[in-house]
């Protein structure tokens, strides 16, 4: 799925907007070919557990309305096949889709609010859980170890983050990307700081803050 030195980019998102384009935007009904070829492949296929992300997006954002089609897919592949299915997405977002859908939300078993991590030096084991996180991220990457789990850098990330996984993969995810390009053996703290110049610090969660990964002297206060 990735592109430049393992080929061509091809991302899901990319792929669906082809098959979309070569189908002329069928739409997403019960007997549409999209919906039987999803199914298909769910039920010919050792498929176990589904994860459908970004839930937020069944919500037309501008119009506040909820994308019908969609859900319904939805619906329908969890009341035609074997497969658990797991819906992730803000939790207002979720809510709003599971009251505009009673079918659905007869067949939700439990909902599980994931809160982001904290950083509190009176309970040691905050800092380790999120040092826990980073030090796991990190093993997967394709790099020789980069330290996001040494404690100043995990700081570091958190300030950044605010300690919420989304931000933090996010954060992670573009400097990996930029090291790649770089032929850096590890994700510098030169590649974190543009990464969050360009995916943290223009939103909300940015504003007023400083560049983690710019000042030397950059620090964790003292309660």
Avoid at 61 to 85: G, K
Wanted: proline share 6%.
């Amino acid at each position: 799925m990735h592109g430049d030195r393992w080929g061509p980019r091809v991302g899901k998102t990319a792929f669906v907007k082809a098959w979309l384009r070569q189908k002329q935007r069928e739409p997403l009904e019960a007997g549409s070919s999209l919906t039987r070829m999803i199914h298909q492949c769910l039920q010919t296929t050792p498929v176990y557990l589904l994860l459908i992300d970004q839930c937020e997006h069944l919500i037309d954002r501008q119009r506040q309305r909820i994308n019908y089609q969609l859900l319904d897919l939805v619906e329908y592949l969890i009341a035609s096949t074997t497969t658990s299915i797991v819906l992730i997405g803000h939790a207002a977002e979720i809510e709003m889709i599971l009251q505009a859908s009673p079918r659905l939300t007869r067949r939700v078993c439990s909902l599980f609010r994931l809160p982001p991590f904290t950083w509190n030096r009176r309970s040691p084991e905050t800092v380790g859980e999120y040092c826990a996180f980073l030090h796991a991220f990190d093993r997967k990457l394709p790099f020789d170890d980069s330290g996001l789990a040494e404690e100043t850098m995990a700081y570091r990330l958190f300030y950044a983050s605010d300690g919420y996984i989304g931000w933090t993969t996010r954060l992670i995810q573009q400097a990996a990307a930029m090291a790649l390009e770089a032929e850096s053996p590890t994700i510098t703290r030169s590649c974190l700081a543009k990464a969050n110049e360009t995916s943290i610090a223009e939103t909300p969660l940015g504003w007023q803050k400083t560049n983690p990964f710019l000042p030397e002297q950059f620090k964790e206060p003292n309660d």
